[in-house]
């Protein structure tokens, strides 16, 4: 027995709290965000890393210019002969 029926772990919220974000539901106004501090910057974190990768990825497709630009930043070290043993040939 780990206390009573009313009390969560924090493992336990902590397993819910996707769900409960996934869900669109206030974690915050959850009994044990109101008690626990720990699990309340948890969800601080949680949310803010929601967001911006809902900014980051505001589409499913992730944009070409992304891919461009990491071609091209790979192509540039390529020629500087940076770690060019590192580097995967591409013909
Ligand atoms: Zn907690």
């Known amino acids: 027995m780990t206390g009573g029926p009313s009390k969560l772990s924090c493992a336990e919220f902590q397993a819910q709290m996707p769900e409960l974000i996934g869900l669109g539901k206030d974690a915050a106004t959850h009994p044990h965000v109101q008690s626990c501090e720990l699990c309340r910057a948890l969800l601080a974190d ?3 890393i929601a967001e911006a990768a809902r900014e980051l990825f505001p589409s499913v497709e992730p944009p070409d210019e992304v891919w461009e630009h990491i ?4 192509k540039r070290e390529q020629a500087d002969g940076i770690e060019p043993g590192l580097t995967p040939h591409r013909q």
Not at 71 to 74: E, F, H, L, V, W
């Open 46 to 48: 949680l949310e803010t």
């Open 71 to 74: 071609d091209s930043a790979i």
